[in-house]
């Protein structure tokens, strides 16, 4: 389990660690803070300030992208997101509402498991009722899903309905039609996390933590 990895990885006497996982259990994070090397979220943002991170805008990433699709006269606008609270994805949800808001529009928010089946339902059950004209999705296989669900049902994207992602993974370029999404440089947050986590580690460092942000872009498909 997490604790136990955690607890190994401390024991082998780290220098510093970088943390690529969205979230940790409570019981993990009572454990972190007393790690006695410092600790950088890569792509992730932890819930204590105590932790440093380096990530997009998360909150201004959703804000943006969905005022783009309102400027593009779309009312619409769908949030796919998560059951699970990770921080990062309501960060987004967070932006997208204040985008949806500030347009006079109703916020609309989907909420489910990473299982596929399950996706599939709650999508299934979701066009039973409406069709958005826009879907924003967290991650990619979830946009994909919601895709491929519509399409069977006639629904034509992107012409009745507009499908983007949050993730840019290879899956995005595999589906049909290609996904548009919003892309998270990877790359230069590996290496900016590897720079500020090696300033940290120095022994005469008095560096705080700190949260750096790296811009993103959005990779326009079809």
């Not at 909150?59 to 400027?71: A, L, S």
Request: contains cysteine; charged residues 25%; negative net charge.
């Amino acid at each position: 389990n997490e604790k136990d990895v955690w607890g190994n990885v401390i024991a082998s006497s780290v220098d510093g660690i970088l943390l690529m996982n969205n979230e940790m259990s409570p019981e993990v994070f009572e454990l972190i803070q007393y790690t006695p090397v410092p600790v950088i979220f890569v792509n992730g943002i932890s819930r204590r300030k105590t932790f440093g991170s380096v990530g997009i805008n998360y909150e201004k990433c959703g804000y943006e992208i969905t005022k783009q699709m309102i400027e593009r006269g779309n009312k619409k606008i769908t949030f796919v997101s998560t059951i699970h609270p990770y921080l990062v994805n309501e960060l987004m949800v967070k932006g997208y509402i204040k985008a949806m808001e500030e347009a006079s529009l109703e916020p609309d928010l989907i909420k489910t498991t990473g299982a596929l089946d399950q996706n599939e339902k709650d999508f299934s059950d979701y066009l039973d009722k409406k069709v958005p004209e826009v879907v924003l999705a967290v991650r990619d296989s979830m946009a994909i899903s919601f895709m491929n669900i519509a399409q069977k049902r006639g629904i034509k994207v992107p012409d009745e309905l507009q499908v983007i992602g949050f993730q840019n993974t290879r899956y995005s370029q595999l589906s049909y039609p290609k996904l548009t999404c919003v892309d998270t440089p990877i790359y230069e947050i590996g290496n900016v996390a590897m720079s500020e986590l090696t300033t940290l580690m120095k022994d005469d460092a008095e560096k705080k933590p700190s949260h750096i942000i790296v811009d993103y872009k959005v990779i326009w498909r079809d």
